[in-house]
Nanobody, 122 residues
Framework: QVQLVESGGGLVQPGGSLRLSCAASGTIFSIGNMGWYRQAPGKQRELVATITNGGNTNYADSVKGRFTISRDNAKNTVYLQMSSLKPEDTAVYYC????????????????WGQGTQVTVSS
């Protein structure tokens, strides 16, 4: 199995910055797309940003220009640098990864982290 462990959440004032990390471990043959999603109270989980293993990125309109997703393939880790944070960015942030677990199984399985709380408040 694959485990994803997020870190870096916390309380920050509006306009501040945070950097989230998510490390994948376990039985991993390869990792494809990785991404960050968030869920605010009373709302559905939404996409924040994704990145392919080649480095192509995609962002939600609400975070473009403020958030940057990156990854270190050697460490099976994805990052989310968040700047100019707003109160509406408050949510639990979840890491997601699509991984192959053996070289003979070409299917990719989707894995989720446990989530890390980000609170933007003065």
């Amino acid at each position: 199995q694959v485990q994803l462990v997020e870190s870096g959440g916390g309380l920050v004032q509006p306009g501040g910055s945070l950097r989230l990390s998510c490390a994948a471990s376990g039985t991993i043959f390869s990792i494809g797309n990785m991404g960050w999603y968030r869920q605010a109270p009373g709302k559905q989980r939404e996409l924040v940003a994704t990145i392919t293993n080649g480095g192509n990125t995609n962002y939600a309109d609400s975070v473009k220009g403020r958030f940057t997703i990156s990854r270190d393939n050697a460490k099976n880790t994805v990052y989310l640098q968040m700047s100019s944070l707003k109160p509406e960015d408050t949510a639990v942030y979840y890491c997601n990864a699509a991984a192959r677990i053996t070289p003979i199984d070409f299917r990719q399985y989707s894995y989720w982290g446990q989530g890390t709380q980000v609170t933007v408040s003065s």
